[in-house]
């Protein structure tokens, strides 16, 4: 038999070289390749009129804004996070030496469970930091009311929620500061790159700052910086990107509805539906195997499924409270995460991007109905 061609379960929105040798021509012709250039600023101003922000810097990557949105913030002692995410999130406190303390999530959406949150509050509390996962946005109205109850600021990591909106208006717009990964795997990439969101012009002021060495000007330096730029080329990939994103987003959607209607009712599997009043990405479609009622555990599937070419992932398994880093912490207890811990032993995010054909989806179906 013919070995059949490998299903990813993602794949780069590239674009097209035509289009990108005739920005690439004119940056040649500029000489300006990095530090504010022309698309640097453009990219900036399109991003805010896609997204619906006001407000947004772009960066080299989409950790950085994490670790400097903390840094802007001036948070210290401990934050409020999820365990159930990318291990880019937790590693972001650490890196500016404040503890994390994590909070379990609600099964309903992955996200931070507000129910939880004002227990694991201490006086060394300075923030949340809650993730909106796979795109699914936060209970953000109930975090914003606890935030503003015990006088905590909120930084989203929205790195999967790129043009989520919840009535019509960004999901980038709640918080203090919300930060976007374009890495190369998720919905909209720069390649490497990222950007935080913030809601007035003295803090973009001084996160630009941030991102430059702490440089305000020729000779002062204003504050410990880091180097975190987005160059000129990166840059104008990604307007190029930006106008075939759309297109992108429609297609992961036709490949999430072919999943929903061959998936619903099998016996142990379980998925999102799309939530009333949201506009979703698709930037995942995560199933979670129920291994009594499935009659498989997760990992027999995961592995069936890889024998015959179909690459899902265990996004987000390991849980980042049981990495070496972190699972000394109080908060990082199997007890105290009861709900995500059976979430990373049960999920597969199954092949999701723009060009799966009809019959790489039914070959992803295939595996998994029975
Ligand atoms: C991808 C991702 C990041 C980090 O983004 P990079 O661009 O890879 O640095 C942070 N948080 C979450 C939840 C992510 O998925």
Redo the contacts with the bound molecule.
Sequence with gaps: MEAQKQITVTSPLLPPLEELESYMKDIWSRKWITNNGHYHHELEQALCDYLGVQYISLFT????P?ITALQALRITGEVITTPY??V??THSLWWNGIRPVFVDVDPRTGNLDPDKIEAAITPRTTAIMP?H?YGNPCDTERIRAIASKYGLRVIY?A??AFGVRVNGESVLNAGDIS?L???A??TYNTI???ALICHDAETKQRIDYLKNFGFAGETEVVAPGINSKMDEVRAAYGLINLKHVDAAIEARRRVAECYRTALRGIEGITFFDDMPHVRHNYSYFPIFVDAEQYGMSRDELYFKMRDVGVLGRRYFYPLISTFSTYRGLPSATTSNLPVATRMADEVICLPLHHELSEEDVERVIACIVR
């Design positions: 990557n989409g950790t950085l994490l995410s990318f880019a999130t993730v996962v990591d790195a999967h930060t990964s374009f890495h795997t998720k490497e790159g990222g």
